[in-house]
Antibody, heavy 121, light 110 residues
Framework: EVQLLESGGALVQPGGSLRLPCAASGFTFSDHGMSWVRQAPGKGLEWVAFISGSGSKTYYADPVRGRFTISRDNARNTLYLEMNNVRVEDTAVYYC??????????????WGQGTTVTVSS | QSVLTQPPSVSGTPGQRVTISCSGSRPNIESNHVYWYQQLPGMAPTLLINRSNQRPSGVPERFSGSRSGTSASLAISGLRPEDEADYYCAAFDDSQTVWLFGGGTRLTVL
């Protein structure tokens, strides 16, 4: 069974940093692209970033480009989101999402349960 | 970044058929498949419609998807109380190389 377990959510001050891990199991991690998608309180879904199976290709949404970094450790079956210079508007539940293949145009197929990041002074 | 446009809310009575529209443009919906996600209250989203019109295993036949030009739609027939949820469309945008989500549609079963 595919499982995605996010962690690392916390209360952080504006301008601060945070790293979110997502532990994956139940599939060959390196064969699949992965994304982070977030949802601000009471709002809709917003795609954040994508990384290919090898980690060689990454894509970012404009609001986070230059501040957030998506990465992966295939030996540890773990996806990461490094968040720097966070803003109040980054407050959201962050979901780890598995694609059904190693390509950005494939399906965002399986979602984790999410981890909550709150940016506030 | 541009978004895909959905109605904020739709409603129907048990047994009825409802549709949810998703309007985009050439670089996204016209060029790539559309995906639909269901988010039940307090839960993570789940894939409802794959590649514009395919139902993943376990999704009832009551749910169907279609795409034409720059628009797509999700139809739910035989409405049931447990269908009450938020529904999101999504598509990749070739010109911006980003994934786009619609704003979400809240379905209320009266």
């Amino acid at each position: 069974e595919v499982q995605l377990l996010e962690s690392g959510g916390a209360l952080v001050q504006p301008g601060g940093s945070l790293r979110l891990p997502c532990a994956a199991s139940g599939f060959t991690f390196s064969d699949h692209g992965m994304s982070w998608v977030r949802q601000a309180p009471g709002k809709g879904l917003e795609w954040v970033a994508f990384i290919s199976g090898s980690g060689s290709k990454t894509y970012y949404a404009d609001p986070v480009r230059g501040r957030f970094t998506i990465s992966r450790d295939n030996a540890r079956n773990t996806l990461y989101l490094e968040m720097n210079n966070v803003r109040v508007e980054d407050t959201a539940v962050y979901y780890c999402v598995k694609f059904d293949g190693d390509y950005v145009l494939y399906t965002m197929h399986v979602w984790g349960q999410g981890t909550t990041v709150t940016v506030s002074s | 970044q541009s978004v895909l446009t959905q109605p904020p809310s739709v409603s129907g009575t048990p047994g009825q058929r409802v549709t949810i529209s998703c309007s985009g443009s050439r670089p996204n919906i016209e060029s790539n498949h559309v995906y639909w996600y269901q988010q039940l209250p307090g839960m993570a989203p789940t894939l409802l419609i794959n590649r514009s019109n395919q139902r993943p295993s376990g999704v009832p036949e009551r749910f169907s998807g279609s795409r034409s030009g720059t628009s797509a739609s999700l139809a739910i027939s035989g409405l049931r109380p447990e269908d009450e949820a938020d529904y999101y469309c999504a598509a990749f945008d070739d010109s911006q190389t980003v994934w786009l989500f619609g704003g979400g549609t809240r379905l209320t079963v009266l």
